[in-house]
């Protein structure tokens, strides 16, 4: 072959490899399709893994968030409590029978959203249609705050308030569910049963006491969300509440005065049956009667008791042995000490026996006894009788008494029959009772209690003869001497009156009288005692002229007269208690 030949040759040899290459002959085919799918599959993967990725920091994100939110504290202003704890119940307050004295109703109250409220104009104008009495500026001043995102504009509607409300149709407004504390009696025993706040925290009396035993702690907790409560029974008896209050209303009416009470106390177990003090307040509307309503002059008010301590100062006698009830003393001149004058109001300008110091209510008589005793002995006394010290019961409102700083004989003379040392009735009414059963002194209880139980809180104060003694002391007076105006026929009732002129500017005034009266009935076997007092009574013939006998001592018969029964007290009648009252 020519060398032209081979480079031809070689030339087409060429040509058919390079068209080879281009076209993609057998050979080269499937090694080319391999290697699409290969990056195809690859790229697919790759796609895969982006989306994997892209999905977990997203719900990785939302995780975090979650977890987040869950150890984040609510968000509270100071205008709205947790939805927990609007709706937190209280347990409801029963008498000793099991009538309702205080409970919870469900209520809804109105709020607004601001940021939410279009015409804040139409709002107001539309709300006034309803709520009649709202305070259109400065509820316009609410709602036209773009930024506020709450804002509270009525608490605790009725019914059918918020019915006319929602067919008002006013966008941004709306209703939280809450409790409202109801009281079916309202003032009957309002200063007993205290009353709440627009929270629903227990302000004053047994609602307070509730709060303090650890219902306020509960329910900052959250753990009394919507879930009843076991009841608190009283040992109040509603039929009595209602009786003492009826006579303290009419008394005040009769004599108008400036205020008046009274206690009806189990003299076994120092329950307290019923207590009231007027001027008083409706718990559900406590605004409306104003601080004077609220003060509680039974336990929160301190008086100088007048006579009425005529009673401790003859059992101290007693007790301690310096006299005796078959002693007298020598009432026939008046005592001259440190600038004073102590004399008998009704002086019988006589030797006195003890009982008529008593009956008679001789200053001169109970004056020369405390000076017997002496002035450390009598201080002793009364402080073993609770009356210097603060009573110690369930109320929050309890007043601490008020003593010279320093006993002098002097004190210790005026104090005697009643000036010197302001107390509170209801601690007077508590000493009362350990006079006439047996000589213990009880401590006070608005809770139910057996006598088993009272053991455990009482005291002996006194012998029990000397309370033998002071129980004829109190019959005496009941049937001759100014308590004749409490005896109620068949229930054999015995007391102590007690008219105590009343300080003004530094000075004893002789028109202005503060009335008590202690009493216990049966007085054979005392089951109950009553105070009663009345503050500053009025009469036709002058201010000065209502004296206890005529004032407070009646008061205590009708409560007797009214309750006795209910109480469970039968009647006896005749000299040994044997004859029965026959009507035809």
């Known amino acids: 072959?020519?060398?032209?030949?081979?480079?031809?040759?070689?030339?087409?040899?060429?040509?058919?490899?390079?068209?080879?290459?281009r076209g993609g002959g057998p050979t080269m085919n499937g090694a080319a399709f391999k290697g699409t799918g290969k990056r195809k599959t690859e790229l697919a993967r790759k796609r895969v893994g982006l989306m994997i990725a892209g999905f977990v920091v997203a719900y990785g994100v939302i995780g975090g968030r979650l977890v987040q939110y869950g150890y984040a504290q609510p968000e509270v202003t100071?205008?709205?409590l947790p939805a927990d704890r609007l709706m937190a119940s209280r347990p409801d307050i029963l008498d000793r029978n099991g009538e309702v004295l205080a409970t919870d109703i469900r209520t809804v109250s109105l709020f607004a959203e601001p940021h939410k409220i279009v015409d804040p104009d139409e709002a107001v104008e539309k709300l006034a249609t309803v709520l009649t009495d709202i305070d259109i500026k400065g509820t316009y001043k609410k709602l036209s705050n773009p930024n506020s995102h709450f804002q509270w504009l009525r608490r605790q509607l009725t019914p059918k308030q918020q019915s006319q409300i929602?067919?008002?149709?006013?966008?941004?407004?709306?209703?939280?569910?809450?409790?409202?504390?109801?009281?079916p009696g309202g003032s009957t025993a309002s200063h007993i049963v205290g009353y709440v706040n627009i929270d629903n925290r227990g302000m004053a009396g047994m609602e307070?006491?509730?709060?303090?035993?650890?219902?306020?702690?509960?329910?900052?907790?959250?753990?009394?969300s919507n879930a009843p409560l076991e009841p608190v029974r009283l040992?109040?008896?509603?039929?009595?509440?209602?009786?003492?209050?009826?006579?303290?209303?009419?008394?005040i009416d009769k004599f108008k005065a400036l205020g008046a009470g009274a206690i009806v106390i189990d003299a076994n177990t120092g329950e307290v049956l019923g207590m009231g003090s007027l001027p008083d307040f409706d718990p559900n509307n406590p605004?409306?009667?104003?601080?004077e309503g609220w003060l509680n002059r039974m336990t929160n008010g301190t008086f100088e008791m007048g006579s009425t301590f005529k009673t401790f100062t003859i059992a101290m006698g007693l007790d301690s042995g310096k006299i005796s009830i078959n002693d007298s003393v020598d009432a026939r001149y008046p005592i001259r000490i440190g600038g004073f004058t102590i004399k008998d109001f009704h002086g019988k300008h006589r030797i006195l026996t003890i009982p008529e110091v008593f009956q008679y209510s001789s200053n001169i008589g109970t004056a020369k006894v405390a000076d017997l005793v002496g002035t450390e002995g009598h201080k002793e006394f009364l402080t073993r009788l609770g009356l210097l010290s603060k009573v110690r019961t369930e109320l929050p409102e309890v007043a601490m008494p008020s003593q010279p700083r320093e006993w002098k004989k002097i004190n210790s003379i005026t104090i005697s029959f009643g000036h010197g040392v302001s107390t509170t009735p209801f601690q007077t009414a508590v000493a009362g009772v350990a006079m006439v059963n047996g000589g213990r002194l009880i401590e006070p209880t608005f809770l139910p209690r057996t006598r088993e139980q009272a053991e455990q809180f009482s005291t002996q104060v006194i012998q029990p003869s000397t309370s033998k003694d002071m129980r004829f002391l109190f019959e005496t007076n009941g049937?001759?001497?100014?308590?004749?105006?409490?005896?109620?026929?068949?229930?054999?009732?015995?007391?102590?009156?007690?008219?105590?002129?009343?300080?003004?500017?530094?000075?004893?005034?002789?028109?202005k009288n503060f009335n008590a009266f202690l009493a216990a009935f049966p007085i054979d076997d005392p089951k109950y005692v009553v105070l009663t007092f009345i503050d500053e009574p009025k009469t036709d013939k002058g201010n000065g002229a209502a004296l206890a006998g005529t004032s407070a001592a009646p008061m205590a018969g009708e409560i007797i007269r009214r309750s006795a029964a209910i109480l469970g007290v039968e009647p006896k009648y005749g000299e040994d208690g044997s004859a029965l009252l026959v009507s035809y």
């Open 78 to 80: 100071s205008s709205i």
């Open 166 to 183: 929602l067919a008002l149709g006013i966008p941004g407004i709306g209703f939280r569910p809450e409790k409202r504390r109801f009281y």
């Open 235 to 251: 040992s109040i008896d509603l039929r009595v509440q209602n009786i003492v209050r009826d006579v303290l209303v009419n008394a």
């Open 479 to 511: 049937v001759k001497g100014s308590g004749r105006n409490a005896r109620v026929e068949g229930f054999n009732v015995g007391g102590k009156t007690g008219t105590a002129d009343k300080v003004v500017n530094g000075r004893y005034v002789g028109d």
């Open 1 to 21: 072959m020519t060398f032209l030949s081979r480079i031809m040759l070689l030339k087409s040899q060429a040509h058919f490899s390079t068209d080879v290459q």
């Open 287 to 291: 605004a409306a009667s104003a601080q």
């Open 208 to 224: 307070k006491y509730i709060d303090n035993q650890g219902l306020a702690d509960l329910r900052d907790l959250g753990m009394t």
